[in-house]
């Protein structure tokens, strides 16, 4: 019975939340926002036909978007309900960080999911390899894969301490901070390298060179919609360890340090062309021709 | 920036289509010497070929001298000054008299066994 209750005001907020995106004007007016800050980052001049069909993705992205606020709130909210109320006394950290990487997850995997695939029988490349570092920063990717390692090696390190089968001075409080944080901050830098090795190793179909440019942004918006997500749950992981009764004082500071770290990375994206190249390199031709 | 553009519908082979235009890029600079090139897997599914129709094309292209593949680094366009380099070598000028002895075999006809044979012949009838 309790457990019915908690799912339906899980499954209702989450609805809540997924109609509020969906529905509210002021996220369907903003919803090109990212492909323009994407088109100015990464120095692409997008023509009608360009912008026509990153218009149409954009509609497709703002539903994706939606619904994975509204699954990703209910799930987490459903957890932190679950779990010890103690623990996560009542702040709904877990509900808020599912929230970030519902979005997140649903905005990027709108990504696969091109509208208007090709579906004549030409097709065009810009024989450009699509890799991990051919689209990301390798500081970027540095960021991720340390928040990732920094995660799973707190999971481990307190779950060890908690269950006393290491003699380490670490209190329960502390090994059971480790055990959250790192869980939360594990899990999202991990799903994010998942997904964008996912994203790049998907085929970027095209038949001519409108659809190549904006298949181009598509792609690079996905990869960086998974970089906010991780670089968002890293705050949200540093303050589920400020909240923690009696837990050590290095436990925030080195969470806080990480938090720092992954949102400096995030402000220090300037206008480059590799967040798109093949748009980049396409739209530069048609400039000087 | 030229496209490469593969047409399903052309009498003319994929491979063949990929071989000649991707040489053409080479040739033009599309394509900047040392410039990696994507793996045959990823170029397959992104024009919708068949992994072993772009393994092919590389093969042919590689075999005419204009990229190479360096093991799990990848496959490159082949760089000028490298080419240079080795063409003043006495085993690079080998080379470069085999590719072009190759690629006159191929614009005949002519198997692998065939060219073979004729290298075995014309080898006594030489002084070093």
Do not use: C
């Not at chain 1, 992954?262 to 206008?271: D, H, M, P």
């Amino acid at each position: 019975m309790k457990f019915t209750a908690l799912l339906v005001v899980a499954l209702v907020s989450g609805f809540g939340f997924f109609a509020a995106a969906r529905w509210i004007p002021y996220f369907d007016r903003t919803r090109m926002a990212p492909f323009d800050a994407m088109l100015t980052l990464a120095d692409v001049k997008a023509d009608e036909n360009v912008r026509a069909r990153l218009e149409a993705q954009a509609a497709r992205r703002h539903v994706w978007g939606a619904i994975g606020t509204g699954v990703g709130y209910s799930a987490g909210l459903m957890a932190s309900m679950l779990w010890d109320p103690t623990v996560v006394d009542d702040d709904g950290l877990l509900a808020l960080a599912g929230f970030f990487v519902g979005v997140a997850i649903g905005q990027s995997l709108s990504a696969l999911f091109p509208v208007n695939p090709p579906n004549g029988p030409v097709r065009v490349t810009a024989m450009q390899p699509h890799g991990m570092t051919d689209y990301l920063h390798r500081r970027e990717i540095a960021v991720e894969v340390s928040l990732a390692v920094l995660g799973w090696a707190s999971v481990v390190s307190g779950t060890l301490a908690s269950t006393n089968r290491v003699d380490v001075p670490v209190s329960d409080a502390t090994g059971l901070a480790l055990v959250l944080a790192g869980a939360l901050l594990g899990f999202v830098a991990t799903t994010t390298l998942v997904g964008q090795r996912w994203l790049l190793t998907t085929p970027l179909r095209a038949q001519d060179e409108d659809q190549l440019v904006a298949a181009d942004i598509v792609l690079a918006l996905g990869l960086r919609d998974l970089f906010g997500m991780t670089i968002s749950a890293t705050p949200l992981a540093a303050s589920t360890t400020w909240f923690l009764p009696d837990r050590a004082w290095w436990l925030p500071a080195t969470f806080t340090a990480a938090a720092l770290v992954s949102v400096g990375a995030a402000l220090g994206v300037r206008k480059r062309p590799n967040l798109a190249p093949v748009a980049h390199r396409l739209s530069a031709r048609s400039r000087t021709a | 920036m030229t496209l490469l553009v593969i047409d399903h519908d052309s009498v003319v082979p994929p491979f063949e289509q990929l071989r000649t235009q991707v040489a053409a890029m080479i040739v033009t600079g599309e394509l900047e010497p040392g410039q990696k090139l994507p793996t045959v897997r990823q170029l397959a599914s992104d024009v919708g070929l068949a992994a072993n129709t772009v393994a092919r094309a590389y093969r042919e292209l590689e075999a005419d001298g204009v990229i190479s593949t360096q093991g799990r680094r990848g496959t490159f366009v082949r760089s000028r000054l490298f080419e240079q380099q080795d063409a003043m070598s006495p085993e690079g000028a080998a080379r470069q008299a085999a590719i072009n002895f190759t690629q006159t075999a191929r614009r005949n006809g002519m198997s692998l066994a065939e060219a073979t044979r004729l290298v075995e012949a014309a080898w006594p009838r030489t002084t070093s």
